[in-house]
């Protein structure tokens, strides 16, 4: 039996090989095709990307068609250089660049040679395309941004570099991809499936047909569309409400987590990376590295929060009976811990909860933390649990939104201490300034505007998320998977009572708008740079948190102001205004509004960067102006579309009268 089992396995290994040969050499003829592609000319069909449209079905970005020019460097024989580059506007030294850069590519594939030519370059160099050998044109389609805002949110497409073509053998060279914000995260949904067609040639390089009758050709299949959450009245208002100013604008849905709008200011017309000077303008944005248009401030930037984190503070210490709401500490217009003394704005006396919100208490929040560390039997388990609390919050950790970016800020726990005092002897004197939303926490105004939401919900929230609808897709399931904080329901009442008369009789008493119940909380934030080693103190930030109305919240929102000076300034006017804008679609506070669109903090970043920050704001001014002319362009598009349509009614009226009679 052992004898015969070496010659059993050897026949049949070899019968199985026969097979696999026969199906591969007879039946199944795709390695032909691929042994046989020097003699097959391969053409791709590129389809459309998906279209994008807001919460409210607004076109945002459609697309254009574009014409690239791809070279065969073999095929290239014997035509006119010279004619070649008067007619695409090139030099010698360029034609040869770009010839070498093919031939390293592959002798034999086509690839870009010239990308993106407009209608009239296509239409010359098509009239005169059969005296130039190895080249063709290929057509595709770029992006068509129907407004020009909300960059930060749409990315943009590029073409793929050989990192990507290694990693991914779907792109070959020429093709487009997403970079940055959806176009790169709904890439493989909004890119559709290339169409391949393979042509034959015969031994004299000519075109005789399709390959095999087309059985291997494939159709384009368009990308599918997508819906997004962003309002996209209210993002345009909140990129105009932040003209020269930097920092950023967080508006979410409580209910149901989807972002409804997310400025980064200063920002740029989405429009100037399409087309022949992308490259240039996108050099120009990347290299500004004092105004950042290209780095999305409500998503990277990482900030103290300041008296907003006051909110977290006394619903931890209420969770863990620390207090109560009515528990009373003493405040003498400030708070003195060991040596040091930390300034309080409120009007002193004994202070309770609710007069602790909305005056904002230095001194009531710092006992009330010191008090909920010191319960524990080491400062260390009192961090932790104070730690963890926030933590079900969202905080210190990556939001996991559907966005390609972000940071996940800072909730210091015990090892950050024990690191920091690496001798021991730490207590809550040490780390008291937490309580106010300094020391070494660090949130983003995504986190910021995502603890509101929670806060307006009394205790969960969905994962922020900006895809509201996919054609033909399924929505990730975890954008519909409620979280639900550590703390109790119960204990979020007096914190929005509180917070309810911030605008009443508070920190932001006078920005409130009439018929709508807003609660908020202002914040002013220390603000301190490092150079050369030295801290020098600058101006403060200016936050503001709310969500409205009170008893049905429909949107929560964090402004952030760098450099904004106080919360009430900058932030808390911009605030009342998007909600207003949100729930009324009108703005009433016209006073507020006239402020904000045309006040500047220039003066401020001028201070901190004075040699630089002009050709920043310059850029910035070129921005804003391309936006107005294209929005100008725009509104005269669609009036001229309205009055073609209103034609088209008139005389379908008199023809219909016509038939009547």
């Given at each position: 039996?052992r ?12 019968i ?8 591969l ?71 040869n ?16 040679f ?28 770029l ?24 990693n ?24 559709g ?14 075109e ?36 020269n ?6 508006a ?21 990376l ?37 909110i ?9 009976g ?22 309080c ?22 006992q ?28 210190g ?46 949130l ?14 009394k ?29 109790d ?73 760098e ?16 909600i ?54 725009i509104k ?26």
């Amino acid at each position: 039996m052992r004898k015969a089992l070496l010659p059993t396995l050897v026949i049949v290994a070899g019968i199985l090989l026969l097979i696999r040969l026969f199906y591969l050499q007879i039946i199944d003829d795709t390695l032909k095709l691929k042994s046989e592609n020097i003699s097959i000319k391969i053409n791709y069909t590129y389809p459309e990307r998906g279209y994008i449209y807001d919460r409210n079905g607004e076109l945002l970005v459609a697309n254009q068609p574009s014409y690239d020019i791809m070279v065969v460097p073999r095929d290239v024989k014997n035509i006119n250089v010279d004619e070649f580059c008067k007619l695409l506007g090139i030099t010698k030294e360029e034609y040869n660049k770009k010839m070498e850069k093919a031939k390293v590519y592959s002798p034999m594939l086509p690839s870009v040679f010239l990308s993106q030519l407009n209608k009239s370059e296509y239409a010359a160099f098509q009239e005169k395309e059969r005296r130039f050998s190895g080249f063709y044109i290929q057509k595709r389609s770029l992006r068509d941004y129907q407004v020009a805002n909300g960059a930060n949110i749409f990315g943009f497409i590029n073409q793929v570099n050989e990192k990507i073509i290694e990693n991914n053998p779907y792109y070959k060279s020429g093709d487009l991809i997403g970079k940055q914000g959806v176009e790169e995260y709904y890439e493989e949904i909004l890119r559709g499936q290339k169409g391949v067609k393979y042509i034959q040639k015969d031994k004299f390089n000519r075109e005789i047909g399709s390959y095999k009758e087309g059985k291997y050709d494939t159709i384009a299949k368009q990308g599918k569309d997508i819906t997004l959450t962003i309002d996209a009245e209210l993002q345009k208002y909140g990129e105009e409400l932040m003209v020269n100013k930097w920092g950023g604008i967080v508006a979410i849905e409580p209910k149901t987590g989807e972002i409804l709008a997310l400025v980064t200011a200063p920002s740029y017309d989405p429009a100037i990376l399409v087309g022949r000077q992308r490259s240039r303008n996108y050099t120009s944005l990347y290299h500004d590295s004092i105004a950042k248009p290209l780095y999305d401030r409500g998503l990277l930037a990482e900030y103290t929060p300041g008296s907003p984190f006051k909110i977290l503070t006394g619903l931890i210490a209420l969770q863990e009976g620390a207090i109560n709401d009515s528990t009373t500490f003493f405040c003498r217009r400030g708070f003195r811990y060991g040596r040091k003394f930390m300034r309080c704005h409120c009007s002193g006396g004994g202070v309770r909860l609710h007069r602790a919100i909305y005056q904002s208490c230095n001194s009531y929040f710092s006992q009330s933390y010191m008090r909920l560390i010191n319960k524990f039997k080491t400062p260390s388990e009192g961090v932790d649990a104070w730690s963890n609390h926030l933590k079900s919050f969202g905080l210190g950790n990556f939001m996991g939104y559907d966005l390609p970016t972000g940071k996940k800020g800072n909730i210091p726990t015990s090892k950050t201490y024990n690191k920091l005092y690496p001798n021991g002897g730490w207590k809550s004197t040490n780390i008291v300034s937490n309580a106010i939303g300094q020391g070494e926490v660090l949130l983003t105004p995504m986190q910021l505007a995502n603890f509101m939401a929670a806060v307006s919900n009394k205790g969960y929230y969905y994962t922020p998320h900006i895809i509201k609808k996919i054609n033909g897709g399924v929505i990730d399931k975890k954008f519909r998977t409620k979280h639900v904080t550590t703390i109790d329901r119960k204990y979020f009442t007096p914190i929005i009572e509180g917070m309810f008369d911030v605008y009443n009789k508070g920190t932001a008493a006078g920005l409130g708008v009439k018929g709508i119940e807003i609660c908020g909380k202002t914040g002013t934030a220390e603000n301190y740079l490092r150079v050369n080693g030295k801290r020098i103190k600058l101006q403060d930030h200016s936050i503001f948190v709310a969500f409205a109305p009170k008893d049905n919240p429909k949107i929560a929102i964090a402004v952030f102001v760098e450099n904004g000076y106080w919360g009430a300034r900058w932030a808390g006017p911009i605030t009342t205004l998007m909600i207003e804008k949100y729930l009324n679609k009108k703005i009433t506070r016209v006073e507020f509004e006239k402020r904000m669109l045309n006040g500047s903090l220039k003066g401020q970043y001028q201070k901190l960067y004075p040699r630089k920050v002009q050709d920043s704001i310059a850029r910035v001014k070129d921005s804003i102006d391309r936006i107005k002319k294209k929005e100008d362009s725009i509104k005269k598009a669609k009036k001229e579309n309205k009055d073609i349509l209103s034609d088209k009614n008139k005389t379908k009226k008199k023809d219909t009268v016509k038939l009547k009679t």
